[in-house]
Nanobody, 126 residues
């Protein structure tokens, strides 16, 4: 099993930056891809960004391209989502997820990930 814990969410103003963290705890060693998704009230969970295990591949949604960046820290088993120039539309609960079945994949669908964190809330005031 993989235990994922998101952190770093909070209340910020439009145009400010915020960095989210996704820390993974594994019972035994495994390789996995990591994705970030977000869900705003009344909306479906939406793909944001993903990174494969080797950090050789990343995927970012068009909605956040150029503003949000994903990276992996192997020493701390943590994946980060750096968010710049935040907009009110970025307000959502952000979830990270792990894909152990295909660690080379940067999947954009929720069905491609087996493990999910509890989420961290980001509120961008306009």
């Amino acid at each position: 099993q993989v235990h994922l814990v998101e952190s770093g969410g909070g209340l910020v103003q439009v145009g400010e930056s915020l960095t989210l963290s996704c820390a993974a705890s594994l019972r035994t060693f495994a390789t996995y891809a990591t994705g970030w998704f977000r869900q705003a009230p009344g909306k479906e969970r939406q793909f944001v960004a993903a990174i494969d295990w080797s950090s050789s591949r990343t995927a970012v949604s068009d909605a956040v391209k150029g503003r949000l960046f994903i990276s992996r820290d192997y020493a701390n088993s943590t994946v980060y989502l750096q968010m710049n120039s935040l907009k009110a539309e970025d307000t959502a609960v952000y979830y990270c997820a792990a894909d152990l079945r295909a660690p080379w994949r940067v999947g954009t669908g929720t069905y491609e990930y087996e493990y999910w964190g509890q989420g961290t809330e980001v509120t961008v005031s306009s």
